[in-house]
């Protein structure tokens, strides 16, 4: 069975800290993308890659950086985190931008206090 | 105004309802996706569509690619199709609704 692990379901940080959230996929995706998920707003892009060391901003990139040195792996950093960042962090890893095998991660769910 | 909107935001049902979730969306697609997150959090994709209709169980997924339309039904409602459903569309990069809370009554 095809998948995307998410290192973690719930973590809680404190303000300021540095948080990596880390995704694997072990479908020999090309491309890998971080959402957040809030209440009444849906998903939004926050970074995706296309390739290996290869990465492009979404709609909401600010506070966030990633990192992709390996092709099934794809983690997002936050460098100082903020409350305004809790929310659930989603992972997913398609065969094409087309959507093609669009694959979710089951979640991080990131309590910033 | 969103690109993908689904009606209604929250729906509730009666075990054995027939269930119509709607999503209209504005721009030129490649396809339209039909997810299901479960309480937890994971994200599973039900469907993928770029014409017609497509069925699997007791889930329909139709969409009409000049009305800008898709309908996801469940026949058959269970408590076990509580759940939020989620559309999304593919047009270069994906876009999603914000989500159907659907709660299905024993």
């Known amino acids: 069975d095809v998948k995307v692990t998410q290192s973690s379901r719930y973590l809680v940080k404190r303000t300021g800290e540095k948080v990596f959230l880390e995704c694997v996929q072990d479908?020999?995706?090309?491309?890998m993308f971080w959402y957040r998920q809030d209440p009444g707003l849906g998903l939004r892009l926050i970074y995706f890659?296309?390739?290996?060391?290869?990465?492009e901003k979404g709609d909401i990139p600010e506070g966030y950086s990633v990192s992709r040195e390996k092709k099934e792996r794809f983690s997002l950093i936050l460098e100082s985190a903020s409350t305004n960042q809790t929310s659930m962090y989603l992972c997913?890893?398609?065969?094409?931008?087309?959507?093609?095998?669009?694959?979710f991660g089951s979640g991080t769910r990131l309590t910033v206090v | 105004k969103n690109e993908v909107e689904q009606s209604p935001q929250n729906l509730t049902a009666q075990e054995g309802e027939f269930i119509t979730i709607n999503c209209s969306y504005s721009?030129?697609?490649?396809?339209l996706h039909w997810l299901q997150q479960h309480p937890g959090g994971g994200i599973v994709s039900l469907f993928m569509?770029?014409?017609g209709k497509k069925k699997h169980g007791r889930l329909i997924a139709t969409i009409n690619i000049q009305e800008k339309h898709s309908s996801l039904h469940i026949t058959a409602s269970h408590p076990r199709d509580s759940a939020v459903y989620i559309c999304?569309?593919?047009?270069?990069?994906?876009?999603f609704g914000a989500g159907t809370r659907l709660t299905v009554k024993p």
């Open positions: 997913a890893s398609s065969l094409s931008v087309g959507g093609h095998g669009y694959t």
């Open positions: 479908m020999d995706h090309e491309n």
């Open positions: 890659s296309y390739d290996v060391k290869m990465k």
């Open positions: 721009v030129g697609i490649s396809a």
């Open positions: 569509l770029s014409s």
């Open positions: 999304a569309v593919n047009n270069n990069d994906m876009r």
